[in-house]
């Protein structure tokens, strides 16, 4: 007998409609008002070419995103058999010009214990999200032809959200679309249980 154990669970769904709409103004909005502040954040500390708002001076807040992650992570923790209230440790907008991509990376520190993202204006060939396999001590071993996954692909569409461990190392592909992909991120660093 070979008993496969922890899997690793990564979710993947649609924003509803209604949400969505308010959310995709409120980035467009904050993108309106911090453009030219955004544009001169300097990534120079990361080898990646996508412009992100997490250190803007005015940070990117909104409640419609608040609900649509209160659904989400709800969907998410019940199959994880935990019942519980998450909050919000930070929120930012990405702006992927074509050409952009975003290096390998996690989202450790700050408490973070989930990750996440949805994509706002995305097309099929606008950057896929890669996950790697975080057993690399194992996959480093194994002949290539191996059926274990060194990494799982997610392609970007407007309206879907991507929910997963902080932990879990991810990149980018480079956007080949001839258009911005604009998305927002966020990090959950507290699970308050209901019961409780
Ligand atoms: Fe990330």
């Known amino acids: 007998m070979i008993d496969h154990h922890f899997s690793l669970p990564v979710y993947s769904s649609v924003v509803e409609d209604n949400l969505f709409n308010v959310l995709k103004n409120d980035v467009y909005s904050?993108?309106?008002?911090?453009?030219?502040?955004?544009?001169?954040?300097?990534?120079?500390?990361?080898?990646?070419?996508?412009i992100s708002s997490i250190t803007a001076e005015e940070q990117f807040k909104s409640e419609a995103l608040e609900n649509i992650l209160k659904t989400h992570f709800n969907s998410?923790?019940?199959d994880l058999n935990v019942t519980a209230h998450v909050t919000t440790s930070g929120m930012w907008v990405n702006i992927a010009d074509p050409g952009s991509y975003q290096e390998q990376h996690n989202h450790i520190g700050n408490n973070n214990i989930f990750s996440g993202v949805?994509?706002?204006?995305?097309?099929?060939d606008s950057g896929d999200?890669?996950?790697?396999?975080?057993?690399n001590n194992l996959l480093n071993i194994l002949p290539k032809n191996t059926k274990i996954h060194s990494r799982v692909i997610y392609r970007p569409y407007e309206k879907g959200i991507c929910l997963f461990p902080a932990f879990l190392e991810h990149s980018v592909r480079v956007n080949k679309s001839g258009s911005r992909r604009i998305s927002v991120s966020f990090n959950i660093a507290q699970i308050i249980n209901k019961n409780v």
């Open 30 to 50: 904050y993108i309106q008002n911090n453009e030219a502040k955004i544009n001169n954040f300097n990534t120079s500390d990361w080898d990646c070419n996508t």
């Open 76 to 78: 998410y923790l019940t």
């Open 118 to 124: 949805i994509w706002i204006d995305a097309k099929e």
């Open 129 to 135: 999200l890669i996950f790697r396999n975080p057993y």
